[in-house]
Structure formats: structure tokens, C-alpha cells
């Protein structure tokens, strides 16, 4: 026979409206639903927790607390309302929470998502007691914040709430109608202190945020001068990258003694004719060359620009007293020279590279040095 007395458990739960509210009684807290939850006398402990701020902060600022910290403190309410279908099965479960806790019957009068509009009624609501019981009157500011808060995330937009019913003054209920606006907590603080009317904690706050704005200011201009610095090494990799391909787009052989090559792929614009005719006649000087071949076997269409292009070359070639010569010219290409009527006349051209260095070969010493 066990004479020992059957302890409680040391998790105690309840169900209570379908939330299971349940206490760990060795940490001394209790979650409903899951939710880390704390309960206070409201009436004692709560109000004079409350009156003790509004003395300190002032009626306005006091609400305008509230109502900022009711905005910021829905994140466990949201998640409840979003595992539901519609914001209105959500805030029906969200409301077994308020009334199981004693903040009040919720109720959602309307919500009208064209008009962005929402209206909601908080039934016996502890801040709303409270305020009768002490003969103030802040309005609902932390409740009024949570369904500005549920607007504004179904909304997508700014929102400020408009309290129309009082419990402290004598009415059934608080009324609060939530509507879009351009008005916002931050901006009514600084009215305060427009006014005149900051406090130590508003100043401070001012501070902090000139201070961010500085630093987030700073990291700008810091970001700003790195990407500047950042685009200038590219540019300076790209400058390099284009003298590099203007090199490989111009190369120039040394096929034999006195015989150089230029082996021309793709399309010869005024910009390229300059660069390779300045090259060209460089290295026809430090190598004393007699002959420069322009292959054109990579040229597979051509025009009257880039004919006269060639001609240039040529011509620039035999002002040096070397020969100019083309090699490579394929059957379409000689047919759109014949069209275009381009003067080849004194220009040795022929059908592949190996046939024109031969001929440069072939060629006696003394007609080699001739101009």
C-alpha cells in the first residue's frame, strides 16, 4: 500500500474553449496554446503598472506608446490569424486567446478590403476597465495597436485607428475603426517635440536617430566609393582586354625573309583599317620587309567600305617602296569587287596564301628591292 500522498503534476493543463492551457510549474510560467503567456490582478498590479507610465510619459505620449508597441507585439497573434483560410476565420480563433486571457471579447464588426477599411469592438476589455475604474481615459492604445497592426498587413498600406466608442466613458464597448493613412507614430512624436513638449527619452530618441542616419549615411558613401572603385578596375580590365583583342584582330607574320603576313577574319572598319595600316608599316620598317601579304581567306562577305579599306592598305604599303599583295579572295568575294567596280589595277592578287608567297619568292633580288 503506497502511504505516500500522490503528488500534482508538475504540468498541469486545461482545455478551455478548445486552447489547452497548461502551467510548468517548476519555471513558474504557462503557455496558451503554446503561446508563452502571464497573468496579472488587473485592477491592482496591471493599473498601477499603467498609471505609473502615464504619469511618468504624459496621456498623449502614453498612447501613442501603446499604440506603437501594440503594432510590434503581433507576430504570435498574425501567425494564428494566417494558419486560417480568411482573416476573418483567423481573428475568430485569435479572439478565443483574448477572451480565455481576459483581454475582452473581440469582436470584428466589418472588414471591407476595397475600401481598406476594418472595424472591430472590444467587449469588457482590461484596458478599457481599468481606465473606468481610475477615472482616465487613454483610449485602447496596445489593443488599437494589434488591429492597426492586422490591417495593415491585410491592407498592404499605412494605417492609423479612430477609437468611437468608450468603455470609460459609459458605452458598451470600445469601437475602433482602422483606415488607411499617411499618419504614423514616429510622426506624431515629432510633432511633440516641435511643440516643445519632448521629453528626455524623445530627445534620446531623436539622437539615436540621427545617429543611425549618419551611419547608414556613412555605409552609403562607403558602398558608393567601393562600386566606383570597384567599376574603375573593370574598365581598366576592359581597356586591357581590348588592346589585347585589337592584337589578336591584327596579327602580323613574318612568313620569310623580307615577306610578312596579315591574315584578315571578319570586317575591316575605318577604326581597324588605322590600326592595322599604323602596324603594319612599323613592322615593314624594323623588318625591312619587301613584301606584305593581306590574306583574306576569313573574309567571307565584303562591300565597298571594306574594299577601299584593303586598297588603303596597299597603296600606304607601296608608299614605302614594298609590294602590297592580296591572297585568299574566294569566287563571291571577287564577284562583289567586279560589281562594285574597286580599282585593283597594280594590285597583285591570288588564290590562296601558299600561291602568293611563292611568288614573293620567286621574285629576283633586284626587282624585290624595287619600288
Given at each position: 500500500m503506497d502511504t505516500h500522498p500522490q503528488r500534482p503534476p508538475e504540468t498541469p493543463s486545461l482545455e478551455v474553449c478548445g486552447l489547452e492551457y497548461r502551467w510548468d510549474l517548476a519555471r513558474g510560467s504557462f503557455t496558451i496554446g503554446g503561446?508563452?503567456?502571464?497573468?496579472?490582478?488587473?485592477?491592482s498590479?496591471?493599473?498601477r503598472l499603467l498609471v505609473g507610465f502615464l504619469t511618468t510619459l504624459g496621456p498623449h505620449r502614453f498612447a501613442l506608446m501603446l499604440l506603437a508597441e501594440g503594432q510590434r507585439s503581433i507576430d504570435d497573434d498574425w501567425s494564428i490569424i494566417a494558419a486560417h483560410p480568411s482573416f476573418e476565420a483567423g481573428?475568430?480563433?485569435?479572439?478565443?486567446?483574448?477572451?480565455?486571457?481576459?483581454?475582452?471579447?473581440?469582436?470584428?464588426v466589418?472588414?471591407?478590403?476595397?475600401?481598406?477599411?476594418?472595424?472591430?469592438?472590444v467587449h469588457n476589455g482590461w484596458e478599457g476597465a481599468i481606465q473606468r475604474a481610475t477615472a482616465l481615459n487613454w483610449g485602447v492604445g496596445l489593443v488599437a495597436g494589434k488591429f492597426t497592426g492586422f490591417c495593415q498587413k491585410l491592407f498592404g498600406c499605412t494605417c492609423w485607428p479612430r477609437q468611437t466608442r468608450f468603455l470609460a466613458?459609459?458605452?458598451?464597448?470600445?469601437?475602433?475603426?482602422?483606415?488607411?493613412?499617411?499618419?504614423?507614430?514616429?510622426?506624431?512624436?515629432?510633432?511633440?517635440?516641435?511643440?516643445?513638449?519632448?521629453?528626455?527619452?524623445d530627445l534620446q530618441r531623436l539622437l539615436a536617430d540621427l545617429k543611425t542616419s549618419a551611419a547608414a549615411r556613412e555605409r552609403a558613401?562607403?558602398?558608393?566609393?567601393?562600386?566606383?572603385?570597384e567599376l574603375q578596375d573593370k574598365l581598366h580590365i576592359i581597356a586591357e582586354q581590348r588592346v589585347a583583342i585589337a592584337a589578336l584582330s591584327t596579327p602580323i607574320?613574318?612568313?620569310?625573309?623580307?615577306?610578312?603576313?596579315?591574315?584578315?577574319?571578319?570586317?575591316?572598319?575605318?577604326?581597324?583599317t588605322g590600326r592595322l595600316m599604323e602596324k603594319l608599316l612599323a613592322s615593314i620598317i624594323d623588318t625591312k620587309s619587301r613584301f606584305a601579304i593581306l590574306d583574306v581567306t576569313g573574309v567571307e562577305a565584303?562591300?565597298?567600305?571594306?574594299?577601299?579599306?584593303?586598297?588603303?592598305?596597299?597603296r600606304a604599303v607601296q608608299l614605302l617602296g614594298a609590294h602590297g599583295v592580296l591572297s585568299g579572295i574566294v569566287p563571291g568575294v571577287a564577284q562583289t569587287l567586279v560589281d562594285l567596280g574597286v580599282d585593283l589595277s597594280g594590285v597583285r592578287t591570288f588564290a590562296n596564301l601558299r600561291e602568293a608567297l611563292k611568288a614573293c619568292l620567286a621574285e629576283p633580288a633586284r626587282s624585290r628591292r624595287h619600288a
Open positions: 503561446v508563452p503567456g502571464v497573468a496579472f490582478f488587473r485592477d498590479s496591471l493599473a481573428f475568430a480563433e485569435l479572439a478565443k486567446y483574448a477572451y480565455t486571457a481576459g483581454w475582452g471579447r473581440w469582436e470584428l466589418s472588414i471591407e478590403r476595397e475600401a481598406r477599411r476594418g472595424v472591430f469592438r466613458d459609459g458605452d458598451a464597448y470600445d469601437e475602433i475603426v482602422v483606415e488607411p493613412s499617411s499618419r504614423t507614430v514616429a510622426d506624431e512624436l515629432d510633432a511633440l517635440a516641435d511643440a516643445g513638449l519632448a521629453t528626455n527619452a558613401l562607403g558602398e558608393r566609393d567601393r562600386m566606383v572603385e607574320v613574318q612568313l620569310w625573309d623580307e615577306v610578312l603576313a596579315v591574315p584578315i577574319v571578319g570586317a575591316i572598319d575605318t577604326e581597324r565584303i562591300d565597298a567600305g571594306t574594299a577601299d579599306n584593303f586598297v588603303r592598305i596597299i
